[in-house]
């Protein structure tokens, strides 16, 4: 069986099982296995350009950084907005219950910009499962769509995830009752680093919005992890912070 180490979306290091000869999965049995990657332990470390623009408005930019950490149960994550906002996310990995803690700053600028913390672990993923939808094709990639609901706020997420590599390309988002997305998040350019890929390029958007996270393919580090002779993925904050 074919299987490719990728980094996407939240940058997550990726085992793809690819679907050579294998018997249909239900839906539930699929969305296991696209939660339930096999990982022997990753990291990455990426540094980039946020844009956000509304409409009629000028195109905000500030950096970004994002560096996690893949172990058998847990995430472990670092996101920096504009070396001012510092944010330290951590999830397991079977249950999708994530916690996220301001270090320095706040999650204004997410939330102006329509980016979440746990966009970059996949979260998402972690929804009840209503029903599976028709197939659809994204940029001629063979997708299963999955409705599912976030429990707590009974949002619903539409998830297209790639048949043939178990994991996601597009999801909308709908808040309780809606039947259009307030959100779409989708993500594209895959670059190999270091044997990994990851996506190099994600992009938001709502109603009179988009913003595009676009990571500097030339500074990406990526790697395997070794709990013997840890990386650290921690962006130091400024002297003096609090």
Not at 24 to 48: C, I, M, P, Q
Not at 194 to 208: D, H, Q, V
């Amino acid at each position: 069986m074919k299987r490719i180490l990728l980094v996407l979306l939240a940058l997550l290091p990726w085992f793809v099982a690819g679907a050579d000869a294998e018997p249909e999965l239900s839906a539930a049995a699929f969305l296991d296995r696209v939660r339930n990657f096999h990982s022997t332990g990753t990291y990455s470390k990426l540094s980039g350009t946020l844009q956000h623009r509304r409409r009629g408005g000028e195109v905000e930019k500030s950096s970004i950084y994002f560096g996690i950490i893949i172990q058998q149960d847990r995430f472990t994550g670092q996101l920096v907005i504009a070396d001012r906002d510092y944010l330290l996310i951590s999830q397991a990995r079977r249950s999708g219950t994530s916690a996220v803690t301001v270090l320095k700053g706040s999650m204004a600028v997410l939330d102006r910009v329509g980016l979440k913390a746990t966009d970059l672990t996949l979260g998402f993923i972690h929804g009840k499962l209503l029903r599976e939808l028709p197939r659809e094709s994204l940029s001629l990639a063979p997708c299963r769509v999955l409705l599912l609901e976030d429990e707590k706020s009974k949002e619903e997420v539409k998830v297209w995830v790639s048949a043939d590599h178990y994991f996601p390309l597009r999801a909308a988002f709908f808040r309780k009752g809606g039947k259009e997305p307030y959100r779409i998040l989708e993500c594209n350019g895959f670059t190999k680093r270091n044997g990994l890929y990851y996506a190099r390029l994600l992009n938001i958007e709502g109603p009179g919005w988009r913003t595009r996270v676009a990571f500097d393919a030339d500074t990406a580090e990526l790697g395997l992890f070794d709990p013997k002779k840890p990386v650290n993925i921690m962006k130091p904050m400024p002297a003096g912070s609090k």
